[in-house]
């Protein structure tokens, strides 16, 4: 995943500024005799780094709320939110996965993911691209069993995905179904509650794609 040149320069900043308050830090701390303790010089560059230090953490984080997302971002953002409120929604929390569903909304998680793979599906700000990362590898998980214990059925003249079968089976073979398609579930709900936490964080920093 591509890293931003700005991102770079921001950690840097803040290594670079830490890394000098605790070299001062070292040096007034451990002396060469009891003598060069009272020296001011290691106090002062150290106060001086610490002063530093703070004042890039002041800076970065005053930017950080200053972020103004990229277009990108927000039709991102935009497509995320349209999601929660519609096709994931039916298959994440609101529908039981032992019945069909429309082979399409798999397929978007399909989708998804590969996008997320080449590149196209990622945010410039940090905390929102972890939360979206951590989606991203739940709903990996569970589209991965949906496509190892299902075959989508062509249903009513539509293909459909889901784990009850068609047509009359062995109770043997129907309570394996039926089983798998508890485990789906539990992996839907998972994947849905990182869903809403990547959701409820947008909704924070690009609250005008409510709209």
Request: some cysteine; proline content about 4%; glycine content about 6%.
């Amino acid at each position: 995943m591509m890293v931003s040149g700005v991102r770079i320069q921001q950690t840097l900043s803040r290594i670079g500024a830490g890394l000098s308050s605790m070299g001062a830090l070292v040096w007034l701390l451990w002396p060469d005799d009891l003598i060069a303790f009272w020296d001011p010089e290691p106090l002062f560059v150290f106060l001086v780094g610490l002063v530093v230090w703070i004042a890039t953490e002041f800076k970065l984080s005053e930017e950080a709320q200053n972020w103004d997302p990229s277009e990108s971002d927000r039709r991102i953002c935009g497509e995320l939110i349209n999601l929660h409120r519609h096709q994931l929604r039916t298959i994440l929390k609101d529908d039981d996965l032992f019945q069909f569903h429309d082979s399409e909304i798999f397929t978007l998680c399909g989708t998804l993911l590969n996008r997320r793979e080449i590149g196209e599906l990622e945010f410039s700000d940090q905390s929102l691209d972890e939360k979206l990362g951590s989606f991203i590898l739940s709903l990996n998980e569970f589209y991965g069993f949906i496509a190892q214990h299902t075959t989508p059925e062509f249903v009513a003249g539509r293909m459909m995905t889901g784990f009850k079968p068609l047509r009359t089976v062995p109770q043997q073979e129907y309570d394996r179904r039926l089983s798998l398609s508890r485990e789906a579930n539990k992996l839907a709900s998972a994947t849905w509650d990182d869903f809403e936490v990547l959701i409820k964080a947008l909704k924070l920093r690009i609250p005008d794609r409510l709209e």
